[in-house]
Structure formats: C-alpha cells, structure tokens
C-alpha cells in the first residue's frame, strides 16, 4: 500500500531554518507533480509551494524568496526548505504527491496525502 510520509518539523525561533522532506512508501513506479500545503490553526489549508516532475516551482506570495521547494527523482524524494521563518508560518504541513504505480500490468496514477508534520514558529 502506497502511503507519504513527511517529516522535519519541529520547534524554531523566528528568524530560524527548518527542512521538510516529503517521500513514498511501498511500490511505487515515480513521483510526479507534488505540492507542500499548510494549515494554520482556524484557518483552511493552504498551498504554499508545488513542483513538477521537471523541476517547476511555484510558491504562495508569501514564501517567495525564503521557502525553496526542490526535489530528488532518483529517490523519489521532495524537500521544502523553509528559511526566515516567521510566526505566521506556522501550522501542520502537508504533502501532497502525484505517485504512478505499476500493479497487474498497467499503469495508475493517484493523489495521496501525507499525515502532516507540525511547524511551530515562537517569536
């Protein structure tokens, strides 16, 4: 069973750096279009950056010049480097990712979700 994991959340001050990392687990042929949203508490979750198979990136207005969402096809991995932070960075963040299997001879591609990984900034 195709699941994603993240992970690199935690505690920092504002001003502070953290590195998130996004990835599938079980059989998975590749990793295609994957997208790093939020969810501020009381808010609705919002997308803050995605990149596409061939490197695109987009950001939320927000983000721009302090987050740096990049990715390891090799690995199948995606990273969300998150520098500048702010107290209204944080939130649970989320990964997204666009994973094609192989399974009974074809190909299937779905969205799956992670389980998030919490994001607190202190002022």
């Known amino acids: 069973q195709v699941q994603v994991v993240e992970s690199g959340g935690g505690l920092v001050q504002a001003g502070g750096s953290l590195r998130l990392s996004c990835g599938p687990s079980?059989?998975?042929?590749?990793?295609?279009?994957v997208g790093w949203y939020r969810q501020a508490p009381g808010k609705q979750r919002e997308l803050v950056a995605d990149?596409?198979?061939?490197?695109?990136?987009t950001y939320e207005d927000s983000v721009k010049g302090r987050f740096t969402i990049s990715r390891d096809n090799d690995k199948k991995m995606v990273y969300l480097q998150m520098n500048s932070l702010r107290p209204e960075d944080t939130g649970i963040y989320y990964c997204k990712a666009r994973i094609m299997i192989y399974e009974s001879r074809h190909y299937d591609s779905d969205d799956y979700w992670g389980q998030g990984t919490q994001v607190t900034v202190s002022s």
């Open positions: 079980g059989s998975v042929y590749s990793l295609h279009q």
């Open positions: 990149i596409t198979r061939g490197g695109i990136a």
